[in-house]
């Protein structure tokens, strides 16, 4: 069974369902049912043609659900509109469906949730893992989100800043978790920055670029997680941070300066660097002055604090850490490196433990536990105090 193959056709198969009059809670229910029915059938009759199969079943599965509901003679109309069996025609509207997932009224949680659902056909399980939630949590908040965006026309003007903030969390998602979604992320980031002319859109397109060009070096052989110092800058994509870069300059140039052309001008810094010890901290530094300015965001007060560390030295890092509250994600992780870096590795080794048990995936937390470990055995050798 071709799991990709499934995963790829879902949006435009769901599509074709809202597109015919059904509402999204109950076009996406259809969808799933067809997958599941694929899933059955597939290995022992394979189709012809797979969306035109999907499509059919998940219609057929919508209008059993219409028949036994209620509103019966209401949506009578919809069963004689049925097409006749045969290929269906091949259009790609699945940024037309994230512009329908991020619906102004939803958190961004709960819409890149119920994107990951519908458009990523990742499962509740792994959606509720990857927010560290229970599933029955997450189920309860993807059902709320459907029930939202049910009976909101498909051709509504969306909100492009919510898209943005979608696209930019499905990113993430792909870019950290078990399916990769970061590749069509990007794909489809590039389809609206032709289709809008915005600074943001750009911006976004471009720190996407600057992240993915790195990819290949974050990870060693065993899965272990390589911090951006120690990676080999001759494995990055040239291509892409080239790309990233130029479009970075043209929105820049534009002076409307928005968190993502933010963002995306620290990571060019840091892709531009031949080596970590020639980074340009100090300008990092003024570029994450300008993003707590937009965003007032603890979690960029904490990046801060740690770009100042390296542009001032550790002590200053830990005095603008010590301004921030301890419970932030990663502000035990921070502390321990740059204590590490001020010469107090039983601190540092203390802080590293503590931030493995508090880590978000299972590549974080090992990485947190080897640099604890380090840090002990060293003091254990007598290499350290």
């Given at each position: 069974m071709d799991e990709a193959l499934l995963r790829s056709l879902t949006p435009s198969v769901l599509t074709v369902l809202v597109r015919r009059g059904a509402d999204f809670a109950a076009a996406e229910d259809a969808v799933q049912e067809a997958l599941v029915e694929a899933v059955r059938v597939w290995p022992d009759d394979p189709p012809r043609d797979p969306r035109g199969w999907l499509i059919t079943v998940a219609w057929r599965r919508f209008l059993d659900a219409t028949r036994a509901d209620t509103a019966r003679r209401r949506r009578e109309d919809l069963a004689d509109r049925e097409p006749a069996a045969g290929p269906a025609p091949s259009t790609d509207d699945t940024l037309q469906l994230y512009f329908l997932c991020a619906h102004p009224s939803l958190t961004p949680s709960s819409a890149v949730a119920l994107t990951?659902?519908?458009v990523g056909g990742l499962?509740?399980?792994?959606?509720?893992?990857?927010?560290?939630?229970?599933?029955?949590?997450?189920?309860?908040?993807?059902?709320?989100?459907?029930?939202?965006?049910?009976g909101v026309r498909f051709d509504r003007p969306g909100d492009v800043a919510t898209v943005l903030?979608?696209?930019?969390?499905?990113?993430?998602?792909?870019?950290?978790?078990?399916?990769?979604?970061?590749?069509?992320?990007?794909?489809?980031?590039?389809?609206?920055?032709?289709?809008?002319?915005?600074?943001?859109?750009?911006?976004?397109?471009?720190?996407?670029?600057?992240?993915?060009?790195?990819?290949?070096s974050r990870t060693a052989p065993d899965g272990s997680l390589v911090p951006l110092a120690e990676q080999d800058r001759g494995r990055w994509d040239t291509a892409s941070i080239a790309e990233g870069i130029a479009i970075l300059q043209a929105a820049l140039a534009r002076d409307r300066l928005g968190e993502f052309q933010a963002q995306a001008a620290i990571a060019a810094l840091h892709a531009d660097a031949p080596t970590a010890a020639e980074t340009d901290w100090v300008q990092i530094v003024e570029w994450y002055d300008e993003l707590v300015?937009?965003?007032?965001?603890?979690?960029?007060?904490?990046?801060?604090?740690?770009?100042?560390?390296?542009?001032?030295?550790?002590?200053a890092g830990l005095a603008a850490l010590a301004e921030l509250d301890d419970t932030l994600p990663r502000h035990a992780a921070a502390a321990a490196y740059l204590h590490e870096r001020a010469g107090d590795p039983r601190t540092a080794a203390r802080l590293y433990a503590e931030a493995a048990h508090q880590a978000s995936s299972?590549?974080?937390r090992d990485h947190l536990t080897r640099q604890a470990a380090r840090l002990n055995a060293r003091r254990r050798t007598g290499a350290g105090p």
């Open positions: 990951l659902r519908a499962t509740t399980r792994q959606i509720a893992r990857a927010y560290l939630v229970p599933e029955a949590t997450m189920a309860q908040r993807i059902s709320r989100a459907k029930r939202t965006v049910s903030r979608v696209l930019y969390l499905v990113f993430n998602e792909g870019y950290s978790g078990d399916v990769d979604l970061a590749a069509e992320a990007i794909r489809l980031t590039r389809r609206l920055a032709a289709a809008v002319d915005h600074p943001e859109v750009a911006g976004l397109l471009a720190l996407m670029l600057l992240h993915h060009a790195r990819r290949a300015r937009l965003t007032d965001s603890p979690v960029v007060r904490l990046n801060r604090a740690v770009a100042v560390g390296e542009a001032d030295g550790p002590r299972l590549a974080e």
